[in-house]
C-alpha cells in the first residue's frame, strides 16, 4: 500500500472489460431515491443557497459577449445546470430557474444559440459556452421528465419546450453548419501563444478557420454538451427533434472530434486539464448510447494520463498539462470526480472508487467556501517552491461555483448503484434509500461516523424485493473489518473493494461494518514537481496536513498518537497534523490562507 501504484496505479495496464450492451452495468440510483443528511445535505444546501443570490438571478445572469469576457452561454448555462442538480438532489424547488428558462429565448441570436451567428470561422469558447447552454437545457428536460411522474404540480411544459426548442436550434445553427471545419481542429499547439491564459481563457489566435482559446482544448466541452443534446433530443422529441440526416452529421461532429482528442498530445500542447476531463466524459457517454465501448477504453487511457501528470498532490489538478507552477480549478476537480465514478460503473473496478473518496474529501470539499462557493487552491511542489497548500483565489464565481454543484450532486445520487437485484453501496455517507429492484422496493438507511470513526450501521426498512445481493465498500486503505448481521460476526472476504451479504432481507435487519485502518505514509503522485522521496500521510481518505507557514521536517518512521477526532500528534515532536478536508472552516477565504503543508 505505500507504493505509488497501490494508488495511483497503472490504470493504463488494467484488462479492459468488455460487455455484451452498455445498459448492462450497474445504474445510478435515481435523484428522488436517494436522501443524504450530515456534512453534504449542509454542503448542497449552500450551495444552492449562493446559486440563488443576486449575480445568479435572471436580472444579472444574462451576459453581453463582452461582460462574459467571450464565453457565450457559459454563465448562464453553468448556472442553468448547478440549478437543477441542486433541486434534483435536494428536492427544494429553484426560486428563479423557471423565470431564467422563459427570459432564455429572448437572448438568443437570429439563428437561435448563444453568442453572434457564425458564418466560416468557428469560435472554440463560443461551442464551449453553447455546449454548457445545451448540458443545462438537457438536464432541465430530464428534471422535467422526473417531476411529471413524481411532482406533476411542479412540470413546466412551457419550460421544457424552450428547453427542446433551444437544443434543436443550437444543434442544427452552430454545430451542423460547416461540418469540413471540425476535421481541421489544430491538435498541436500551431501558432497559439505558450503559457499564455489566465484563470478565465481567452481567445489568443486565428487557424484552419478557427479562434482558438488560452483554455486548449476548450471546444471538447462544447462536446460534452453535443453529447447530452444529442441524447434529448432522440429521447424527449423524437418526432420533432432531428432527421435521420442531420442525426448522421451530429455523429460526424461528435466522432471527428473524438477523433482529434485521440490525436491531441495533451503534454505537449499543455491542454487545459478541465477541457480534457469533460473530454473523456462525452467519450464514456457517446458509448453508453451508441455501444461504442472502444471510446471507454480511450477514455480510461486518457484519465491515466492524468492520473500520473495532471493531478496535485491533494487530488485536485494543475489548471493545464505540464503547467506545473499553475492553480487548481474545481471544474477539474469535478471532472475527474465523476470520471472516477463513471469508471468504476463501466469496470466494478473498486479501486476507482477509492481515488473517487480521496478526491471528494481532499479536493472538492477542500475548494468549497464558507459562502456554499468553490474557489482556487496553489499546486504546492517545486515549481511553485512549496510544501504548503493554500488558497489561490477565494471563489471562481463564475464557473466553479456552478460546477461544484454537479459534484455534490453526484456524490448524493452516486452513493447506490444497482442492476438486476444487486445493489452497490459505493460510499458511506449518512442517508436513506428507496431503491428499486426487479422483485419491489428496497428500503434501507445508514449511519455512520466514517471516516473519523469507521463504524457504519445499515438498517432495513422493508423489502419487497426478495432476495437482494448488497455489496458494502471496502476501499484500499481498510487493512482489516468485522462484518455483522443482527450482531453476529459473519466471516467474509473483500473482493475489488466491496464485501457481500446475499439474503431475502427483512425488516429492522441490521447489518454494521466496522473498518481498522491506521495513518499511512504514501509517495508524492508527481515526481517531477516533488522532491526525491516527498512523503504524504492519509488517514483513510483524509489527507493529513501541517498548519504552518513555512515548511517543516518529519521524521523517518513517525508515531502517530490521535486525540480527539481531527488532530493527530508526532511522538517526540511537536508536529500536529490535521486533515485538509473541512467543512467550509470560515477562515479558508484569502489568497494564502488556510496554509497546510502536504508534502514531507
Avoid at 13 to 21: E, I, N, Q, R, V
Avoid at 50 to 55: D, I, N, T, V
Avoid at 94 to 123: C, D, T, W
Avoid at 203 to 215: F, H, K, P, R
Wanted: glycine share 8%; net charge neutral; proline share 5%.
Amino acid at each position: 500500500m505505500n507504493s505509488r501504484h497501490s494508488f495511483l496505479l497503472p490504470f493504463l495496464l488494467l484488462p479492459l472489460l468488455a460487455w455484451s450492451a452498455p445498459i448492462d452495468v450497474p445504474q445510478p440510483a435515481g435523484y428522488a431515491d436517494v436522501h443524504v443528511y450530515g456534512e453534504l445535505k449542509n454542503r448542497l444546501k449552500l450551495n444552492f443557497d449562493r446559486l440563488e443570490e443576486s449575480k445568479y438571478q435572471p436580472s444579472h445572469l444574462f451576459l453581453s459577449m463582452q461582460e462574459s469576457g467571450g464565453w457565450p452561454g457559459d454563465t448562464e448555462g453553468r448556472t442553468i445546470l448547478a440549478l437543477v442538480e441542486d433541486a434534483r438532489s435536494t428536492r427544494r424547488q429553484p426560486r428563479y430557474l423557471k423565470e431564467i428558462i422563459r427570459q432564455l429565448p429572448a437572448h438568443l441570436n437570429a439563428s437561435g444559440y448563444m453568442g453572434p451567428v457564425i458564418e466560416r470561422q468557428l469560435n472554440e469558447q463560443q461551442l464551449s459556452g453553447n455546449g454548457w447552454m445545451m448540458r443545462g437545457l438537457a438536464a432541465y428536460a430530464d428534471w422535467q421528465k422526473e417531476l411529471q411522474q413524481i411532482a406533476p404540480q411542479y412540470y413546466d411544459a412551457e419550460g421544457v419546450q424552450i428547453a427542446l426548442r433551444t437544443l434543436k436550434s443550437t444543434v442544427r445553427s452552430l454545430y451542423l453548419p460547416n461540418l469540413d471545419l471540425y476535421g481541421r481542429y489544430p491538435v498541436s499547439l500551431g501558432k497559439r501563444p505558450k503559457n499564455a491564459g489566465g484563470a478565465s481563457g481567452t481567445t489568443v489566435t486565428t487557424q484552419n478557420g478557427w479562434q482558438l482559446s488560452s483554455d486548449i482544448g476548450c471546444v471538447f466541452i462544447g462536446l460534452d454538451g453535443l453529447v447530452d443534446a444529442y441524447r434529448v433530443l432522440h429521447e424527449q422529441a423524437p418526432a420533432d427533434g432531428l432527421t435521420a440526416a442531420e442525426s448522421k452529421d451530429v455523429c460526424q461532429v461528435i466522432e471527428t472530434l473524438i477523433s482529434k482528442f485521440e490525436a491531441m498530445d495533451l503534454l505537449a500542447v499543455k491542454a487545459q486539464t478541465h477541457a480534457s476531463l469533460t473530454a473523456m466524459r462525452a467519450l464514456i457517454r457517446y458509448a453508453e448510447l451508441t455501444g461504442k465501448t472502444r471510446y471507454i477504453a480511450l477514455a480510461r487511457k486518457r484519465y491515466d494520463l492524468y492520473l500520473h501528470n495532471g493531478m496535485t498532490e491533494n487530488y485536485e489538478n494543475y489548471n493545464w498539462f505540464g503547467r506545473l507552477d499553475s492553480w487548481t480549478e474545481p471544474c477539474a476537480i469535478v471532472d475527474s470526480y465523476l470520471l472516477a465514478l463513471k469508471l468504476w460503473q463501466h469496470t466494478l473496478d473498486g479501486r476507482y472508487l477509492s481515488l473517487a473518496e480521496r478526491i471528494y474529501y481532499n479536493g472538492l470539499c477542500h475548494t468549497q467556501r464558507r459562502n456554499g462557493g468553490f474557489g482556487l487552491d496553489n499546486c504546492p511542489g517545486l515549481a511553485s517552491h512549496t510544501p504548503l497548500l493554500q488558497v489561490h483565489m477565494p471563489e471562481a464565481h463564475w464557473c466553479c461555483t456552478m460546477r461544484g454543484a454537479e459534484g455534490l450532486s453526484e456524490a448524493s445520487r452516486s452513493l447506490v448503484f444497482q442492476r438486476h437485484n444487486e445493489i452497490w453501496l459505493t460510499a458511506i455517507r449518512e442517508s436513506e434509500m428507496t431503491i428499486r429492484l426487479e422483485g419491489g422496493a428496497f428500503k434501507f438507511g445508514v449511519s455512520t461516523s466514517y471516516p473519523y470513526v469507521a463504524s457504519t450501521r445499515v438498517d432495513i426498512s422493508s423489502n419487497d424485493a426478495g432476495l437482494v445481493t448488497l455489496h458494502l465498500p471496502v476501499p484500499q486503505w481498510v487493512k482489516s473489518f468485522k462484518l455483522m448481521l443482527n450482531e453476529k460476526v459473519i466471516n467474509a472476504k473483500a473482493e475489488n473493494g466491496f464485501v457481500t451479504v446475499k439474503r431475502k432481507f427483512e425488516t429492522n435487519d441490521r447489518v454494521a461494518i466496522i473498518y481498522y485502518y491506521d495513518v499511512s505514509e504514501e509517495p508524492a503522485i508527481n515526481p517531477r514537481n516533488t522532491a526525491r522521496g516527498a512523503r504524504r500521510y492519509f488517514f483513510g481518505p483524509f489527507q493529513l496536513g501541517c498548519k504552518t507557514d513555512s515548511p517543516v521536517e518529519m521524521p523517518q518512521n513517525p508515531r502517530w498518537r490521535r486525540e480527539g477526532a481531527l488532530h493527530w500528534y508526532v511522538d517526540g515532536t511537536q508536529l500536529d497534523l490535521t486533515p485538509v478536508y473541512h467543512e467550509m472552516n470560515q477562515h479558508i477565504w484569502a489568497p494564502g490562507s488556510g496554509k497546510q503543508q502536504i508534502l514531507f
